[in-house]
């Protein structure tokens, strides 16, 4: 049985269409920072930290979140239409991308919640242990696995008269436990531990393929009986919860690159009005767009970049 397309609620629909665009809007934003200026914070963590630098790790983590997040939007959001494509949103690949990309941006998010440049480089320290135990666990060569190990000392031992090993040791609760420490911090992001914790556990059970999702998450509407008692089923996910999935996504990579061009001491405001405009000139317009909404995009910049 074929099963019937429904349309996507306009409301929701739309906001789809937002987080695709404001993902492009923020990754514009990130690749045009460029390096740390002098005197920015970024400058100050790599004088206490030259090896590894934070900088490049946390845009590592936020590169990672846009390529989901830009994935989703070329799906969503193409910025060119053909007059007969369709776009078919399935359960699970919505809540797989969102899912990465909370996860990814999320350790950006926690290294540069704090202001201290110490504390900075003791969490970015944390996630290096982490990525490092990770990476000899992907090995099946004992040699590989113990040169990665010995990187792993050798990175305790660089540090000893600052950081304990205990002090540097990678989050025991992983991806969850990162998450958590990025929302309890004071500053911008206005995301509960609580409400992340549910979202994600949520996005990983579809993406897992979990059965719990196919019932929590969509709704199931009986069709024609084939057998005694026996019923096809319509199955239509439920599109609120894909919204609240893609934005909590989004939020967190946003947060994520506002801190790192804050860190880099860039100048945001020039940075989103030429994001702005180069958006705009991508875009295919619909005939009905909202004027106000065209003339936001085509703006002249009052705010050059230096």
Not at 38 to 50: E, H, W
Request: glycine share 4%; aromatic share 8%; charged share 20%.
């Amino acid at each position: 049985m074929t099963q019937p397309r429904v349309p996507v609620p306009q409301e929701h629909s739309r906001v789809f269409t937002e987080v695709a665009q404001g993902s492009r809007i923020i990754w514009h934003v990130l690749t045009h920072i460029g390096d740390p200026a002098a005197g920015s914070n970024f400058a100050r963590v790599v004088d206490l930290y030259p090896y590894e630098r934070v900088p490049d790790r946390t845009k590592a983590y936020l590169d990672a979140a846009f390529e989901h997040l830009l994935l989703w939007a070329d799906y969503v959001a193409p910025f060119k239409f053909h007059p007969d494509q369709v776009t078919n949103f399935a359960l699970r690949p919505t809540y797989t991308l969102a899912r990465a990309a909370l996860e990814s941006a999320a350790q950006a998010v926690w290294v540069l919640a704090t202001r201290d440049p110490m504390e900075c480089v003791r969490r970015h320290l944390c996630l290096m242990r982490w990525d490092l135990a990770e990476h000899a666990k992907s090995k099946s060569d004992l040699v590989e696995k113990q040169r990665i190990r010995e990187t792993d000392a050798q990175l305790v031992a660089r540090v000893a008269n600052v950081f304990t090993e205990v002090q540097i040791q990678a989050p025991g609760g992983g991806y969850l436990q990162v998450m958590q420490a990025a929302c309890t911090e004071e500053g911008d992001l206005h995301l509960e531990a609580v409400d992340v914790e549910r979202i994600w556990r949520t996005m990983s059970g579809a993406a897992h393929g979990k059965y719990w999702p196919t019932l929590d998450l969509q709704s199931i509407f009986p069709g024609e009986e084939y057998e005694q008692g026996q019923f096809r089923t319509l199955t239509l996910p439920d599109p609120a919860s894909m919204v609240e999935a893609m934005q909590t996504a989004l939020k967190m990579a946003q947060i994520g690159v506002l801190r790192h061009a804050d860190y880099s001491g860039a100048n945001i405001g020039a940075l989103l009005a030429q994001a702005r405009l180069w958006l705009g000139s991508q875009m295919t317009l619909r005939d009905d767009a909202d004027p106000a909404a065209v003339a936001w995009f085509s703006r002249p910049d009052d705010a050059p970049l230096e």
